[in-house]
């Protein structure tokens, strides 16, 4: 089969940082596990920061990808949730070898089924960020989509442009919460405005200012896309009293817990990658995700978040290397996906 | 009415640092509030933190004291819970004047009916650690009364044998979980034994080691009642995937979020006086867990938390010194109670 890989760390602009190769196709040896065949495929910055690292360096090329669409071609003995030809999309885990690839094995527990209204393409761009919008807002500060007692609850998303904020938005929205969304450059803007947040705020500016403004000086929840440590003191300041904090993203800086003390609040992680990883036994959890918002996309309450102006195609290493280039160089809106084998 | 009060910081072995007076009974002015005639106070150390700021210097005396039961005497016109002549038990606020006084003003939502088979010391001893503890467990972490979903669940106590502590081991093991406690002396190894947590392990020394020779490598909650900061590494290791971190103690130090980050864990902060400082909609449950607790001290599944050895009468500024000084040397081993006016 054809797939794209890597041998050791290289700047994205070298041939040799991701390249087409063949390779055997997987054969499925675990009873929970199905083989897929990838038809569209979607980049994200985990790609980039799984091809960073200078020190690994492989005998056999390295697969990169988790975010795809395919079908089942073949499933194991236990499988109960899929059947060969049934049309899929998922994330997967770094356990295993990724989605640029034109087949893969992926964990039954890690995949739902694609909505049906959507191409390969669209549903490709999902499931990565919206497994992680949803665990973050639902399983991790543990809100519900009781809209009656989300109603005057605030959430406010810090970088909400991105793909985990385009879904965060839309997730937030229908669950009652009134939603403020930070950009800051006019691009931006106008993609997180098409989910609809109730309002939207610079995050070059003054955050606590323009929330007095707003007339939310302090807010319920807050979810960080951006370094954490940089919006430690600010979201210390306009997080409530028993308000909860939960973020994606690492930072280098150390912080004061005590900040957040007198208000009794919480701080959370949300990785999407801890469940598949430790193999948590409430993995099957991101397959769950998966369908229950495949059903709400085919209800026509989730917008796409594809960027159709970043639809590349075929699925080979020169469109990979420009993905990857893209997402380094944060100029990407909306996002990118791979279409089809050539 | 008699009272104990300071009007500014002085080393707790000067007469002055804490002095009997003579004030006005206080006068209930706001409907939600009673009058509560006080029989028997404990004492905390945040009694000696609210004592040491040094800035603070008062023209009439400041009166300090968050742990009492004793009658109520009048109600505000909106009362609903307590009628006069009812006995009660509570903690109150930092933002009224304490229970070291004949009298009190204290918010019905922040009392709760005292526990009919305890004497006034013995009730006198729980309010504050024991609304700490259970909101801790319940309130910030989330969790229930279901033994069956809860067995096989481990709960690390960090410093497990103070009065947080006492009240926490007894509350989780009611709610099915394995509980392990941490203490360093044989005396307050014996204090937390008396509570039955399924294991005690030694502070003092390396804690994973021990946790792995039990055969729990990770626990799925911690409860940390010493310094964060100084324990932090050591519970990001040990936290179980998913796990929940819930602490009562500030720290100096900054931390590191980044080493709980790949475990997807919580950090969340219990201040006993957030509901009250700020009167939130939810204080009243405090009323709520000092009732529901009451029920289950009377139905014989909590045990006494008082030190009979450190009952002190009667409630006078000669007695709240000594106890001040035990809590500061942190000698005290159960709790300080005092009794009585003479």
């Known amino acids: ?25 997987p054969t499925l040896e675990e009873e929970s596990t199905i083989l897929v065949q990838v038809k569209a495929i979607s980049v994200n910055p985990v790609d980039f920061k799984m091809r960073s690292p200078k020190e690994k360096v492989e005998a056999k090329p390295r697969i ?4 795809a669409a395919g079908v089942v071609v073949e499933v194991g003995s236990k499988v109960t949730r899929f059947k ?4 899929v999309y998922y994330a997967g885990t770094p356990n295993r070898p990724g989605c640029n690839a034109e087949y ?9 089924h694609k909505p049906k209204t959507l191409s390969f393409a669209e549903a490709a761009a999902y499931p990565l960020t919206m497994v992680t919008a949803y665990e973050a807002l639902f399983d991790r500060m543990g809100l519900t989509f009781d809209t009656e007692k989300n109603k005057g609850k605030t959430l406010l998303i810090i970088n909400g442009a991105g793909g985990v904020g385009s879904n965060a938005i839309q997730l937030a929205k229908l669950a009652g919460f009134t939603v403020i969304a930070t950009t800051s450059r006019p691009e931006t803007n106008a993609w997180a405005q098409q989910y609809q947040p109730d309002f939207i705020i610079n995050h070059k500016e003054d955050l606590p200012t323009q929330l007095k403004a707003l007339g939310f000086p302090n807010t319920d929840y807050i979810l960080c896309l951006y370094d954490t440590g940089v919006y430690w003191k600010t ?19 150390l912080v004061s817990l005590n900040l957040i003390k007198n208000k009794s609040v919480s701080f959370i992680w949300e990785l999407m990658f801890t469940r598949s990883m430790f193999r ?17 996309i085919d209800a026509g309450k ?7 102006d970043l639809l590349l195609s075929p699925i080979n290493a020169a469109n990979l290397r420009k993905a990857h280039a893209q997402l380094e160089a944060n100029t990407a809106i909306g996002k990118i996906v791979l279409e089809g084998w050539e």
Chains 1, 2 share one sequence.
């Open 1 to 25: 089969m054809k797939a794209v890989g890597l041998l050791k760390y290289l700047p994205i602009d070298n041939e040799e940082s991701l390249f087409d190769f063949e390779t055997e196709k």
């Open 64 to 67: 990169l990808g988790w975010d």
């Open 84 to 87: 060969a030809g049934d049309e």
């Open 104 to 112: 893969q094995i992926v964990d039954e527990d890690l995949a739902g």
């Open 235 to 253: 979201m210390a300041e306009i997080i409530a009293i028993q308000g909860k904090i939960c973020s994606i993203v690492e930072t280098n800086e």
């Open 280 to 296: 948590t036994v409430d993995m099957y959890r991101q397959s769950e995700i998966l369908d229950e918002v495949a059903g709400l």
């Open 302 to 308: 989730i917008k796409n978040i594809i960027n159709p």
